[in-house]
């Protein structure tokens, strides 16, 4: 099982960033993706949800700025992250739990940076 983040980055205030998350050695499509992050001295925090049906939810200060979205061909999930502040610079990590019934999985990748300065 493998989950690699991508599209991290230096950005300034105001600025946007894609990031991605590549997922292989399991069946993506019935697994929950979720973005979580983790900024410097801070406990880790959820930014974003989506389910294997493609219901999406987005948590807190992150809402109206960032979208979660999945490519189930492409067995990724991706963070569009608008309208950036600097309070949004943090380790993005993705998360990836198992809806299939009896099987349990729980993955992390190791997440991509994000720095959000002038």
């Known amino acids: 099982v493998q989950l690699v983040e991508s599209g991290g980055g230096l950005v300034q205030p105001g600025g946007s960033l894609r990031l991605s998350c590549a997922a292989s050695g399991f069946t993506f499509s019935r697994y929950r993706m979720s973005w979580y992050r983790q900024a410097p001295g801070k406990e880790r925090e959820l930014v974003a949800v989506?389910?294997?049906?493609?219901?999406?939810t987005v948590y807190g200060d992150s809402k109206g700025r960032f979208t979660i979205s999945r490519d189930n061909a492409e067995n990724t999930v991706h963070l569009q992250m608008n309208s950036l502040k600097p309070e949004d610079t943090a380790v993005y990590s993705c998360?990836?739990?198992?809806?299939?019934?009896?099987?349990?999985?729980?993955?992390w990748g190791k997440g991509t940076l994000v720095t959000v300065s002038s």
């Open positions: 998360n990836a739990q198992s809806e299939i019934r009896g099987e349990w999985g729980d993955y």
């Open positions: 989506i389910t294997s049906a493609g219901s999406s």
